[in-house]
Nanobody, 124 residues
Framework: QVQLVESGGGLVQAEDSLRLSCVAS????????IGWFRQTPGAAREFVAA????????YYSDSVKGRFTISKDNRENTVYLQMNNLKPQDKATYYC?????????????????WGQGTQVTVSL
């Protein structure tokens, strides 16, 4: 089992920056990908970014590419999501997730572990 705890959400203005953290504990070696997803009420969960546990590869959705950066601190078992130039449409609950197997990193249904989420609100 892998436990994931997110933090760093908050209320910011458009064009501001925010950094989310996801601390992993437990059998972290079993996770191949750590991903960030987001969801708004009534909408489907949306892939945001993912990184391999080794930290050698990262992936982004088109909607955040160039604005968000995912990174990993191996010593702290923490994955970060640096979000720059935030837009009102980035408002959502952001979830950190872990997936054991290689494959389509953007498919939330194939992730095995989930955090509790952290809220990001972007105002004009």
């Amino acid at each position: 089992q892998v436990q994931l705890v997110e933090s760093g959400g908050g209320l910011v203005q458009a064009e501001d920056s925010l950094r989310l953290s996801c601390v992993a504990s437990g059998r972290t070696s079993s996770a191949y990908y750590i991903g960030w997803f987001r969801q708004t009420p009534g909408a489907a969960r949306e892939f945001v970014a993912a990184i391999t546990w080794s930290g050698d590869k990262s992936y982004y959705s088109d909607s955040v590419k160039g604005r968000f950066t995912i990174s990993k601190d191996n010593r702290e078992n923490t994955v970060y999501l640096q979000m720059n130039n935030l837009k009102p449409q980035d408002k959502a609950t952001y979830y950190c997730a872990g997936r054991r197997l290689r494959g389509d990193y953007s498919r939330g249904l194939e992730y095995d572990y989930w955090g509790q989420g952290t809220q990001v609100t972007v105002s004009l």
